[in-house]
């Protein structure tokens, strides 16, 4: 079991920057691998970035790619999520997700998420 609490969301001008963290409970967080989704309103949940349980490999939806960077602190039980050069079409809610073995990009893939922190980038 693993229980996940996001935090670091916020307001922010467009081309700005923030740090999402996910701070997590369970005895296995290591062997879990990590992912961030998004929801922004009226739309379907979708895949943001993932990381595997080693932290070795990353995955990046492409319209994130090259401004947002995911990575993990196994001692810490945390996963955080830097964004950069934010844009007024990432806000959203981002929640963290984790699952025991690989990362996937799915949300099905996922069966353990956090409550949500919102996102909101202004023009």
């Known amino acids: 079991q693993v229980q996940l609490v996001e935090s670091g969301g916020g307001l922010v001008q467009a081309g700005g920057s923030l740090r999402l963290s996910c701070q997590a409970s369970?005895?296995?967080?290591?062997?879990?691998?990590l992912g961030w989704f998004r929801q922004a309103p009226g739309k379907e949940r979708e895949f943001v970035a993932a990381?595997?349980?080693?932290?070795?490999?990353?995955y990046y939806a492409d319209s994130v790619k090259g401004r947002f960077t995911i990575s993990r602190d196994n001692a810490k039980k945390s996963v955080y999520l830097q964004m950069n050069s934010l844009k007024p079409e990432d806000t959203a809610v981002y929640y963290c997700?984790?699952?025991?073995?690989?990362?996937?990009?799915?949300?099905?893939?996922?069966?353990?998420w956090g409550q949500g922190t919102q996102v909101t980038v202004s023009s």
């Open positions: 997700a984790a699952r025991p073995g690989r990362a996937g990009t799915g949300t099905s893939d996922y069966g353990y």
């Open positions: 369970g005895r296995t967080f290591s062997s879990y691998a």
């Open positions: 990381i595997s349980w080693s932290g070795i490999s990353t």
